[in-house]
């Protein structure tokens, strides 16, 4: 599985962006998906995962109510709406997939999850 984050640039506080991460192969509805984030000079934390067949999503408190996780099983495409941005939102943005997930489950670990994009800077400017 290769993954192909997308979507980063720079944005002023308040605005937003769509990231998107696309994966190659025909078993992208078999996995679990999730978006982790690194700031400079701090580890990955995890920002948001939703379940194979998108009935279940989870979000970090830090971005509840403000992104959004969505997936297109059609396209293996997975989205990460980031609306009302803040400065404290810099940072790559990561999508990781979890080939082992159960048809529901999600997991908010990144060692759970087998395969990583490259990942795509955010910049959010106050």
């Known amino acids: 599985v290769q993954l192909q984050a997308s979507g980063g640039g720079l944005v002023q506080a308040g605005g937003s962006l769509r990231l998107s991460c696309t994966t190659s192969?025909?078993?992208?509805?078999?996995?679990?998906m999730g978006w982790f984030r690194q700031a400079p000079g701090k580890e990955r934390e995890f920002v948001a995962a939703i379940s194979r067949s998108g009935g279940t999503t989870s979000y970090a408190d830090s971005v509840k109510g403000r992104f959004t996780i969505s997936r297109d099983n059609a396209k293996n495409t997975v989205y990460l709406q980031m609306n009302s941005l803040k400065p404290e939102d810099t940072a790559v943005y990561y999508c990781?997939?979890?080939?082992?997930?159960?048809?529901?489950?999600?997991?908010?670990?990144?060692?759970?999850?087998?395969?990583w994009g490259q990942g795509t800077l955010v910049t959010v400017s106050s």
């Open positions: 990781a997939a979890d080939s082992r997930a159960s048809t529901m489950s999600l997991s908010k670990s990144s060692s759970r999850y087998d395969y």
């Open positions: 192969g025909r078993t992208f509805s078999s996995n679990a």
